[in-house]
């Protein structure tokens, strides 16, 4: 049966454009046995150092072309590549940081292959004896408005290897011609080879956040995808419970988190949706285009690609001594949830949204050092709603927030003390937004946006506005009681939402009485 959930309607569309095929939307007998997805990720980090794997040649994002090209990188003849020791450092901290097994002795090799950006013909990997293998790492997934509750997953690593990147092809189509920037070419790289132990996009998704998480925190790599320094590709398969793994394509060069979960999902779903027509997945790399929002087919891969390996010549094999292994790790994320559930009693699924956001975490810690006597709950709450509503609602990123923690502790602090509601502490955030150096309680007494709390100014005021409004009163004691809400929105605008509104509903269901 063809499933229309998940848009099938429009995965039909795209999938008969693609194949010139017409699919009937008749709906088939469902199958006995449910199919599932297999999801196994390759990710290249582009290691955070100053110059190149082998070269000394600058690594900078957006240089003027071939203007970081060293006579290695180019391929000139007689030149030799040296190993950047701080990227084996960086190499060994990562596996560490991922339970990996450290080989004391690995090996380069040489991988053959034949692109224009590729200058020597081959790149300089690790394939027979890698830095290190057989690493591990748990995660929690959860996707905040869909998943009702986290749930860990744990996945193996099979190995991390060094190599250097290749340049990069530009092509003028106006011109009819294509070109070659070098400045990329040997960039070093840690390839992260991951086991096929996910099942869909979203476990696909929290692992490649998790892993941002873990370098950046190690300082091993920026992890800024839009500048290419995380690349990832996903290997997918579906398969009945049980039965052989099915065939796999790939999925090249996912620029984005929700990019990886929305490509994986829809390529299980593509070929869940061909085999259960009876038809067959071919092993092939594909493409994702987040335009269609669907994986385009690249090239075929049915025969394998022999790359003719063979042990690099130039470079002696990589022994590491114990000065090397010994390394200082940094708390890492699963760390910090577990004290953030442990010290301060915070659900899983806030400790996972705090780590996900640096900015987050670090005023939760300066407010809660600050104000002490203040309610976690409390904190958390302004800081995961409120305050991501406000840089949302004016399209800037959580990120380049730079108001001081001391002043959304006092905002905060007011929060509690109910000298002001929640709607005026998103009108002080505002301001705070639009100038950080401001102090919440003068803020406040400028704007005359203190609450009003004395029972008889509320009752007095909600007198006011129902004999204002004696027809809404009528309506709602002839038993129209929805009515109430707009009674209370008048309350609101009469005092400019400065009254105490829990009260005031309190005080009118009385007077309505």
């Known amino acids: 049966m063809i499933n229309m959930l998940n848009g099938g309607k429009r995965l039909l569309n795209i999938l008969s454009r693609q194949s010139g095929v017409k699919f009937s939307t008749q709906p088939l007998p469902k199958s006995k046995h449910k199919l599932k997805g297999v999801v196994g990720l390759e990710i290249h980090a582009q290691i955070a150092t100053k110059s190149k794997l082998f070269s000394g040649a600058p690594v900078e994002f957006a240089a003027a072309v071939n203007g970081n090209v060293s006579l290695f990188d180019a391929a000139i003849p007689g030149t030799l590549p040296v190993l950047n020791e701080g990227c084996v450092r960086a190499g060994v901290a990562t596996a560490l940081a991922l339970q990996c097994t450290i080989n004391r002795v690995s090996m380069f090799d040489r991988k053959h ?125 579906v398969h009945e419970e049980g039965a052989p793994l099915g065939t796999r394509t790939e999925i090249k060069n996912i620029g984005s988190v929700r990019g990886v979960a929305n490509a994986v999902g829809f390529e299980i779903e593509r070929q869940i949706e061909i085999l259960q027509r009876g038809g067959r997945i071919h092993n092939e790399t594909r493409s994702w285009d987040a335009t269609t929002k669907s994986t385009v087919s690249m090239r075929d891969k049915e025969v394998l690609q022999d790359y003719r390996f063979m042990p690099e010549p130039n470079l002696p094999p990589l022994r590491l001594t114990s000065a090397h292994l010994r390394q200082t790790l940094p708390e890492l994320p699963e760390e910090t949830r577990q004290k953030l559930t442990r010290d301060y009693v915070l659900p899983l699924e806030t400790a996972i949204i705090l780590v996900n956001k640096d900015i987050l975490l670090r005023l939760f810690h300066e407010i809660s050092q600050l104000r002490p006597q203040l309610p976690v709950k409390l904190i958390t709450n302004f800081l995961i709603n409120q305050l991501i509503m406000i840089f949302n ?95 209370v929105k008048e309350v609101a605008q009469k005092c400019e939402n400065r009254a105490n509104m829990g009260v005031v509903v309190e005080k009118l269901k009385k007077m309505l009485q």
Not at 456 to 463: G, N, Q, T, V
Request: with cysteine.
């Open 393 to 487: 609602k004016n399209k800037k990123p959580i990120e380049e927030c730079e108001i001081p923690a001391k002043s959304l502790g006092d905002l905060i602090q007011m929060l509690n003390d109910r000298e002001i509601n929640h709607r005026i502490s998103l009108l002080i955030v505002q301001e705070l937004l639009e100038n950080p150096t401001e102090s919440p309680y003068g803020i406040v007494e400028a704007k005359n946006w203190k609450q009003i709390t004395d029972e008889k100014a509320i009752e007095e005021l909600c007198r006011d506005v129902l004999e204002a409004n004696p027809k809404l009163v009528e309506v709602y004691r002839g038993g129209k009681t929805k009515v109430f809400q707009a009674i």
């Open 113 to 237: 292959y034949f692109y224009a950006d590729l200058p020597a013909g081959y790149q300089i990997t690790q394939q027979r004896a890698p830095l290190a293998q057989n690493g591990e790492l748990s995660f929690p997934v959860f996707v905040p408005g869909v998943s009702k509750k986290p749930y860990r997953k744990t996945v193996r690593l099979h190995q991390l290897q060094l190599e250097q990147d290749s340049g990069k092809s530009l092509h003028d189509t106006v011109a009819g011609r294509s070109l070659v920037d070098l400045n990329r070419a040997g960039a070093p790289l840690m390839e992260l080879v991951f086991e096929p132990d996910l099942t869909d996009g979203e476990e696909a998704a929290a692992l490649v956040n998790e892993l941002i998480l873990i370098l950046t925190r190690l300082g091993t790599c920026s992890c800024r995808m839009e500048e290419g320094a995380l690349r990832v590709d996903a290997n997918v398969s």
